[in-house]
């Protein structure tokens, strides 16, 4: 008699069981429903993939069954929206328009800065240099006021919005014709005050980390900041600058004898930013919606109490006031 081992019967039973799994994976091939046509694949959101069959290491053949596949859900496209172009978006009068927000809008018919005896530009050929007329009257207007009150004084603009606004680098904001970057007064060691097209960096005691012989001048940036935070046509909501820096500015202001309220209108306005560096080399200022564009430009709280939002203005979706957000 044939004796077979218990090695021998295994493998038999082995291959026995793997050709019927073969045959059972043939069918599900076979029978796999037919895909659909190129127009539907098109028109609709999911597809399926056709069954295929695959051969692990022990030799069985198993069939995966069909998924749906899904399209990708681009993350762009649950941002909120730049406000879209419409008919209207035109100035019939011949003024800017500010539309949206100052991290998410666009600026209509913007005005253009330029240098003077009293303003220069840090970067003249640039292209973002516009801004709304509020704005760029506001510029000129603290500019003169400052070298009124101290002859020789020349302001330093940087960066505003592009001609038509929305998004450059490196800002977040910028974008409506609302911000503006200036450049801190700075005098030498002797107290003459220094033309400079740069912006640097300053300590809490005035000195500068550039150059040892720069000083901050906190009577002149004092003026600014006084001139920016009482002017009745374009009311400043923020000035960022760095939390060091504003303790001498409102040390100055009363020292030369601010009054109550320009010192609460200052430490008020005046904000390091919680985003966006602490802004120890330039202060930025942000105006409120100019009036005339309240319809469709977009204010953030707070709205500070001597602030008149009048009528016109677009409807508060939130209350919440959270730490500002600059650049």
């Not at 069939?63 to 993350?75: C, L």
């Not at 500019?143 to 002859?151: F, M, N, Q, S, Y």
């Not at 912006?199 to 940036?221: E, H, K, P, Q």
């Not at 802004?279 to 709280?301: G, K, M, Q």
Request: overall charge positive; charged content about 25%.
């Amino acid at each position: 008699m044939l004796r077979l081992s218990r090695a021998s019967v295994l493998l038999a039973c082995s291959l026995a069981a793997s050709a019927a799994l073969g045959q059972e994976a043939s069918t599900a091939v076979e029978t796999t429903p037919e895909a659909p046509s190129t127009v539907e694949a098109e028109t609709t959101t999911t597809t399926t993939i056709t069954t295929r069959t695959e051969t692990p290491r022990h030799g069985h053949r198993v069939t995966k069954a069909a998924r749906p596949h899904r399209r990708r859900t681009s993350r762009h496209s649950k941002r909120a929206s730049v406000p879209q172009r419409r008919g209207h978006d035109v100035s019939t009068d011949g003024t800017s328009l500010s539309i949206g927000r100052h991290n998410r809008g666009r600026l209509v018919n913007g005005a253009e800065v330029r240098e003077s005896p009293v303003l220069r530009l840090k970067q003249p050929g640039s292209n973002q240099r516009f801004g709304t007329d509020e704005l760029v009257a506001l510029l000129d207007r603290v500019a003169h006021r400052v070298d009124e009150r101290t002859p020789g004084s020349r302001l330093t603009v940087g960066d505003l919005s592009l001609e038509r606004g929305g998004r450059f680098r490196p800002h977040r904001s910028h974008q409506s014709g609302r911000d503006a970057d200036v450049g801190f007064y700075v005098v030498d060691t002797a107290g003459a005050l220094l033309e400079l097209r740069r912006f640097f960096v300053f300590r809490r005691d005035g000195t500068s980390r550039s150059d040892a012989s720069y000083r901050y001048d906190f009577v002149r940036n004092w003026e600014l900041v006084e001139a920016l935070v009482t002017d009745v046509e374009a009311p400043v909501q923020w000035i960022f600058i760095a939390r060091e820096l504003q303790v001498g500015l409102l040390a100055e202001g009363m020292r030369q004898g601010a009054s109550e309220d320009t010192i609460l209108r200052a430490s008020t306005i005046m904000s390091q930013p919680s985003r966006g560096g602490r802004h120890r080399d330039h202060f930025h200022v942000r105006i409120y919606c100019p009036a005339n564009d309240r319809a469709r430009c977009d204010d953030d709280p707070p709205f500070h109490p001597w602030f008149d939002r009048g009528a016109g203005a677009a409807p508060v979706t939130s209350t919440r006031v959270v730490t500002p957000d600059a650049d």
